[in-house]
């Protein structure tokens, strides 16, 4: 479904990003993991839009994406969960979600479909929908971040660090949602700092280090292997 090949992406002089290739397969979730400041956040952005890379090609469905506006890319099936939510904290509940639908914004009936889809998912952000974004618990607006995202009915969606901030019963929560978003034949990619929980939910993973891609492999494999402890942590 995605495939990153050769991407580099810098500011200014200094490299985010050199040569990073990767895949994402149609109903599979991705983890990609690594310490502070190896890119993966920079990652997500070239891939949706949001950031110009230097070279490399980002295909969606076969279809060159590089280069392409973020606002084009989401309408083509591709949703992204920003780094610390970013919700609308002066606008409601629901005005966030009808706001993540705007690609559809024609489409009353859908709108409104998928949006008791998300309160079924999130029982909490119904009890909430007339509530300000701004006023909701950290883990309260991860859950709205994802809906949002998810408003705009994609086939991949690309999430970064949604445990960031978030008491253990919240990253559950969201950990079982995208075990759920995978069974309901959605594709998730996912950019984490609890990089074994991140591995135990996902089909495969990369490791990223200083703008590079270090391992990658099957989770499960990822998981007993020590190069990858040494790599994230330093030391077993």
């Known amino acids: 479904m995605l495939q990153v090949q050769d991407l580099s992406v810098s500011y200014g002089q ?15 979730i991705v983890a990609v993991i690594g310490p502070n400041g190896a890119g993966k956040t920079t990652l997500l952005k070239a891939i949706t839009g949001l950031l110009k890379a230097k070279e490399g090609t980002i295909l969606y469905k076969g279809n060159e994406i590089l280069g392409t506006p973020a606002h084009k890319i989401l309408g083509y099936g ?19 979600l009808i706001l993540g639908a705007f690609t559809i914004k024609k489409e009353k009936q859908k709108i409104q479909e998928l949006i008791e889809r998300e309160y079924e998912r999130f029982p909490r952000l119904k009890e909430r929908r007339s509530q300000h974004a701004g006023t909701l618990s950290g883990g309260e607006q991860q859950m709205l971040a994802v809906s949002r995202a998810l408003m705009s009915d994609p086939d991949l969606v690309i999430l970064d660090e949604p445990s960031m901030g978030l008491s253990p019963i919240f990253v559950k929560q969201i950990f079982d949602t995208l075990i759920e978003l995978k069974k309901s034949g959605k594709t998730v990619m996912v950019v984490e700092q609890l990089a074994m929980a991140a591995l135990a939910i996902s089909d495969r993973a990369y490791v990223l280090q200083v703008g590079e891609v270090k391992l990658h492999g099957e989770s499960r494999e990822l998981l007993r292997d020590n190069s990858l402890v040494k790599t994230y942590l330093g030391s077993k």
Not at 14 to 28: D, F, I, K, Q, T
Not at 78 to 95: A, N, T
């Open 14 to 28: 200094a490299s985010a990003l050199h040569r990073v290739s990767l895949e994402v397969n149609e109903g599979e």
């Open 78 to 96: 591709l949703s992204h969960v920003p780094q610390g939510r970013q919700v609308f904290g002066d606008q409601s509940v629901e005005d966030n």
